[in-house]
């Protein structure tokens, strides 16, 4: 191998992949900044968005690149996650795939010194600024940011017309051959159509 070549592989950062979670070393958290690429499995995070409305799912692991250093007792995190997610269009109900990509910075202070300041600080929130023992798992933290990157509201694209009341057709393949309702936005359209001026 020449030595540009090699040179140009040692650069590269492995990436590993987290079956169980990935976990940092307190001890290991230095001053200096250390990165870290690797793939996070997304198993729990499915069963998770199960027990919801069901309208995402993570067909693949996500990838985590993530920059982390202390400052005193203080630990910083800045990365990235990126992932596939498979959608449940809340129109039409059809699957379609998308891409999620978010960036990140979180603060994590020691849990003893967050409790004794004394602050307005629920539970929910002290777990997710805060750490305590010898290692931080950074799976809670990939597994929000994922959730903080799905959209509100599941929709293949803006423009989806989603479903016929009456038959369940999909209006995207086409119209169905149901008549118009009085007083429905299908009856509106129909008559906005019909009474305008050939």
Not at 161 to 168: A, E, F, I, K, M
């Amino acid at each position: 191998m020449s030595g540009s070549a090699t040179g140009l592989c040692a650069s590269l950062e492995p990436r590993y992949s987290a079956g169980t979670g990935m976990k940092i070393a307190v001890k290991d958290i230095k001053a200096t900044p250390r990165r870290l690429a690797y793939t996070e499995d997304v198993a729990e995070l499915n069963r998770r968005l199960a027990r919801g409305v069901q309208d995402f799912q993570l067909p693949h692991g996500v990838d985590v690149d993530v920059e982390y250093y202390r400052a005193g007792l203080d630990l910083f995190f800045n990365g990235s996650v990126h992932g596939d997610v498979a959608g449940t269009c809340g129109r039409c109900l059809e699957e379609y795939p998308f891409r999620v990509d978010r960036t990140f910075a979180v603060v994590l202070t020691p849990r003893a010194a967050a409790i004794t300041e004394g602050g307005e600080l629920d539970e929910e929130e002290i777990a997710r600024t805060t750490y305590e023992g010898e290692e931080v798992d950074l799976t809670p933290l990939v597994s929000e940011e994922v959730l903080l990157a799905l959209p509100t509201r599941p929709l293949c694209t803006e423009t989806c017309r989603g479903l016929c009341p009456s038959c369940g057709t999909n209006l995207n393949t086409g119209a169905c051959a149901c008549p118009a309702r009085p007083g429905t936005l299908h009856a509106l359209v129909g008559g906005l159509v019909s009474s305008r001026p050939k």
